[in-house]
């Protein structure tokens, strides 16, 4: 199973509801590692040395920070980036099929968008 964590923006209803659905899924918000206000840099430095997926709503810069942590060489275990306009329980579907069927390092270096 993968870890996962929330950017800062990404929506409390679907951390709540993946956290309601399954408490064996390793979720943790942004806030919660205590680094609310960081920039994207630091939040998928901060990702990739925890090995967490990261869950955003942000697809106009994080998207490009990833990219470049790949380019670099850098470890980038992955980001799963939900439109705003998926519906929640959509989203909460889609994050519980990928956190429990997915491997460790399966998304790294990879972007994905949800709806799947």
Same mark, same amino acid.
């Given at each position: 199973m993968i870890r996962l964590a929330a950017d800062e923006n990404f929506n409390g209803d679907v951390v709540r509801g993946v956290?309601?659905?399954?408490?064996?899924?390793?979720?943790?918000?942004?806030?919660e590692a205590g680094l609310s206000g960081a920039s994207d840099a630091a939040v998928l430095e901060w990702a990739a040395? $925890?090995?967490?997926? *990261? /869950?955003?709503?942000?697809?106009?810069?994080?998207?490009?920070?990833?990219?470049?942590?790949?380019?670099a060489g850098l470890p980038m275990p992955g980001v799963f980036q939900?439109?705003?306009?998926?519906?929640?329980?959509?989203?909460? $579907?889609?994050?519980? *099929? /990928?956190?429990?069927?997915?491997?460790?390092g399966e998304w790294e270096g990879q972007v994905r968008y949800l709806p799947l």
């Amino acid at each position: 199973m993968i870890r996962l964590a929330a950017d800062e923006n990404f929506n409390g209803d679907v951390v709540r509801g993946v956290r309601r659905r399954s408490s064996a899924i390793d979720i943790v918000s942004v806030q919660e590692a205590g680094l609310s206000g960081a920039s994207d840099a630091a939040v998928l430095e901060w990702a990739a040395r $925890e090995g967490r997926v *990261l /869950l955003s709503h942000d697809v106009s810069t994080l998207t490009r920070f990833a990219y470049e942590r790949v380019k670099a060489g850098l470890p980038m275990p992955g980001v799963f980036q939900a439109g705003r306009s998926v519906p929640v329980a959509k989203a909460i $579907e889609d994050i519980l *099929l /990928l956190a429990e069927c997915g491997l460790d390092g399966e998304w790294e270096g990879q972007v994905r968008y949800l709806p799947l």
